[in-house]
């Protein structure tokens, strides 16, 4: 059940989308969210994929928009699909060209969820400021991919920077397991933190994120350090207090989770047997579909991204964006 | 039918002719006669109609049939002031009489504008054509709206229409109450036990009555113009729905009983004290929308530049009875927002207590349910869930009822329930003149203090001006995007 248009405009997209559901309107009812997703020609099918993902764990519209080049005539493709290949779930994926790539919320809007909250996720590299992009503005909660920047440390800065509420990265959904391996070592212990150091390939914005968070909740400093990789391999936070002039402190008890081959993960604790866990580095989708779990704003992210970057105050901004109208053309001829 | 090659006849009326009489609801001596000032024959008058129904009727269109309804279409060429065209207009009505075998029912369809209205019931009375006595039968007269563009002119107009038929063979269309989800309305509130005991101001927050375009004014300029959104849907469609939202149950479903009911709740409606705050107009501007650059209204062809109309309505009424008591009703309509879309929305107040933590139920807003009146024809019930996972995570889902797929035959045009009701003398769904009144006694009102202020311009494919976001802000409450 795909339609697919050609050179068509916002209104017959709309309609084609009706009537598919109105044809396989079992499967339309209990929408609970729209998730927006915009990415480049060649990511789209990565996207779908991990969106298809997502959607089956949570239902929702699926609005896939691919912005085309812009110094060409104004043209809409569109291809509306329920339950066709991309499973049971309702998906327009858009193609647009010219200056409509600067206003894709004309298309958007109207196909929207009623009353449903709206997520966008950008497959892609982030953009630089949120408020430039309509599709950023319209949503009320918005996820970005610092990993896929040319700079991913830069671009968690510029995150930070251009913080609202509602906003999370994906970068920050990757160290979910990882978190969840250390806050339950914690339960079993008596002796508070002293330190805490991060091990990951160079430039890796999780391993930011995840030290940014270990100084945030346990008040402690903590380093990054490069490693070879895959993605996080190291984390160590040393416990207990440090007597003045005690050089053997630095042998002291700490508490360690390891993983060299993005897989399997050996937990140690000093006067413990280690231990070995899966610690797999997760696909898009279920990044993802664990971002459309919750649509509330991230406070835990907030801190970490302010601890990562040495920021402050970031939940406290509003959760509201206003579009700031940015025309590159009028920037290209302003640069000659 | 007067105005014949109107947009209103060739897409709605005459489509809607051809729907009935596919659907073998016509009576046997149904005659369609046009007039219009045209130097037109009966041939090309029915090749007209017949490319009407064939573009725009909703049931197949059908050869048989078309034959059938063909051998009933005549036309009377002429203009309005033209007394001789009237004559042959009340001697062609004579000849069928016999030659189709009616006994002199008639029903006048003045699809035309307002302003032409005094000269054609001029002439209907002068030929005594509006008198159904005189050939045994009935005469029945349908106006279209606008009915008037205030209340004094909407009283004279009633005046000029009563002089000539009796009011009681009146009837004003206003096509939203034909529209199937507009008499469900009905049917949820009165036939089932579940909604009737929470539909009063202790369950509910508020309601929001929504009515949106996406076009622009469609070639309506000069009408347009002069009325703006106010005048043109305000008045007639919003305060109908509202209407049908707040009654109370009639005694019976005859239209009596119903009108009473209707008019209760019209003559209640208080506006607040406050317009300034409780009120917004906007105009839009260019902007782009479904994909598409649009202009802005003062760029449309026949609007002058210094046009004051506004083209987005909104406004917070409230209605002065036991069960509304305190219940804003907030009403709007806007042209060129970002898609076509009627609704009715009822808003339900919070649980009064939550024995979750707060980070449970960010995500719970207020229970809803939506009359969705058009596109997509339906009922929505949106209510809080437990999203499935190993927290309590509280959020709003929707069960939906979509017309579509709950019934296989499609919901009759609002068109087509109309005229058979015009043509069985039913008027249940047609507003009296004293509802027309009422509802002008709240526009005027509207109108007069809109008049002192500029419309607060809105982009085109936008739901709506700030200022309309701001007026629920005020009261710790958002629009619902429908």
């Not at chain 1, 997502?54 to 812009?70: D, M, S």
């Amino acid at each position: 059940m795909t339609v697919t248009l050609w050179d068509t405009n916002g209104g017959e997209v709309v309609r084609a989308l009706a009537a598919e559901r109105r044809a396989g309107a079992m499967m339309a009812s209990g929408l609970a969210l729209t998730l927006v997703v915009t990415a480049a020609e060649k990511d789209v099918a990565a996207a779908e994929q991990a969106a298809t993902i997502a959607a089956q764990a949570h239902p929702c519209r699926l609005v896939i928009v691919v912005r085309r080049q812009l110094d060409t005539a104004d043209r809409l493709d569109a291809e509306v699909q329920v339950g066709g290949r991309l499973g049971p779930i309702e998906a327009v994926v858009m193609r647009m060209y010219g200056r409509l790539t600067l206003h894709p919320e004309s298309v958007v809007l109207p196909l929207l969820a009623p009353d449903c909250p709206v997520l966008t996720w950008w497959h892609g590299p982030p953009p630089d400021e949120i408020a430039t992009d309509p599709l950023g503005v319209l949503a009320d909660r918005r996820v970005t991919d610092c990993a896929l920047a040319p700079d991913p440390i830069a671009a968690l800065r510029r995150r930070a920077e251009d913080f609202a509420p509602g906003d999370t990265d994906l970068a920050w959904t990757r160290t979910t397991p990882w978190r969840s391996l250390l806050a339950s070592a914690f339960d079993a212990l008596d002796l508070p933190p002293r330190a805490a150091r991060v091990a990951a390939e160079a430039g890796n914005p999780s391993a930011a994120l995840l030290a940014g968070w270990l100084s945030a909740r346990l008040g402690v400093a903590s380093a990054c350090e490069d490693s070879a990789g895959p993605g996080i391999t190291d984390v160590e936070v040393r416990l207990g207090e440090v007597e003045e002039g005690d050089a053997t402190s630095e042998a002291g008890t700490s508490i360690r989770l390891s993983r060299p081959d993005g897989r399997l993960a050996t937990f140690s604790r000093t006067g413990q047997p280690d231990r070995q866990l899966p610690l797999l580095r997760r696909p898009l989708g279920e990044l993802l579909a664990e971002e459309l779990r919750r649509l509330d704003a991230d406070e835990v992210y907030a801190e970490a991204l302010e601890a990562a970057t040495g920021t402050s105050e970031l939940s406290g901004r509003s959760p509201r964006r206003t579009l700031v109208w940015r025309d590159p053309a009028l920037a290209a001829a302003a640069a000659h | 039918m007067f105005g014949v090659t109107g947009d209103l006849a060739r897409k709605k009326l005459i489509p809607a002719v051809y729907d009935l009489g596919n659907r073998g609801l016509l009576p046997p001596g149904f005659v369609l006669l046009g007039f219009a000032r045209r130097d037109w024959d009966h041939g090309d008058f029915e090749q007209l109609a017949r490319t009407a129904a064939e573009e725009h009727a909703r049931t197949e269109f059908r050869e048989d049939v078309w034959r059938r309804i063909a051998d009933s279409v005549r036309f009377v060429p002429g203009s309005f002031d033209d007394d001789n065209a009237f004559d042959q207009l009340a001697r062609t009505l004579v000849e069928l009489e016999d030659s189709h075998g009616i006994a002199g029912n008639a029903a006048f369809y003045l699809s035309i504008p307002p302003a032409a209205f005094p000269v054609v019931l001029k002439q209907l009375a002068r030929t005594r054509m509006a008198d159904g006595e005189q050939r045994g039968g009935w005469r029945r007269v349908v106006v279209e709206k606008p009915f008037g563009h205030d209340l004094q002119s909407s009283k004279e107009l009633n005046r000029l229409v009563d002089s000539v038929f009796t009011p009681h063979d009146v009837f004003r269309i206003d096509h939203y109450l034909g529209k199937e989800t507009v008499q469900n309305l009905l049917a949820l509130r009165f036939a089932n036990t579940l909604f009737e005991p929470v539909w009063n101001s202790n369950f509910v927050d508020s309601v929001q009555i929504t009515m949106a375009e996406d076009v622009g004014i469609e070639g309506r300029a000069a009408f347009y113009d002069t009325a703006g959104a106010g005048r043109d849907v305000l008045q007639n469609h919003l305060l109908q729905l509202l209407a049908l939202t707040a009654m109370e149950e009639p005694v019976s479903f005859d239209a009596e009983s119903l009108r009473i009911e209707k008019r209760k709740v019209l003559t209640a409606i208080s506006l607040p004290q406050d317009l300034a705050a409780s009120t917004a107009r906007g105009q839009y501007i260019q902007g782009w929308l479904a994909g598409e650059r649009v202009r802005g209204y003062l760029d449309e062809e026949g609007i002058p530049p210094t046009s004051t109309t506004e083209t987005y309505a909104a406004v917070r009424l409230g209605v002065e009875t036991r069960r509304w008591a305190g219940v804003p009703f907030y009403l709007r309509t806007g042209k060129r927002l970002p898609r076509r879309v009627t609704e009715i929305a009822v808003v339900f107040k919070r649980a009064p207590h939550l024995p979750f933590s707060k980070t449970d139920t960010t995500e719970l807003g207020n229970n809803q349910l939506v009359v969705r009146v058009q596109p997509d024809e339906g009922v929505t019930l949106r209510f809080g869930s437990k999203a499935p996972g190993s927290a309590m995570e509280i959020r709003e889902v929707s069960m939906d009822f979509l017309y579509g797929s709950a019934f296989t035959e499609s919901s009759p045009e609002a068109y087509e329930r109309l005229l058979l009701d015009v043509l069985l003398g039913d008027k249940t769904l047609f507003p009296d003149h004293e509802e027309v009144e009422a509802s002008w006694r709240v526009v005027d009102q509207l109108e007069q203090f809109w008049s002192t202020t500029a419309p607060e311009p809105y982009r085109a494919g936008e739901w709506g001006p700030k200022g309309a976001d701001e007026m629920l802000a005020r009261e710790n409450r958002t629009w619902r995007r429908p």
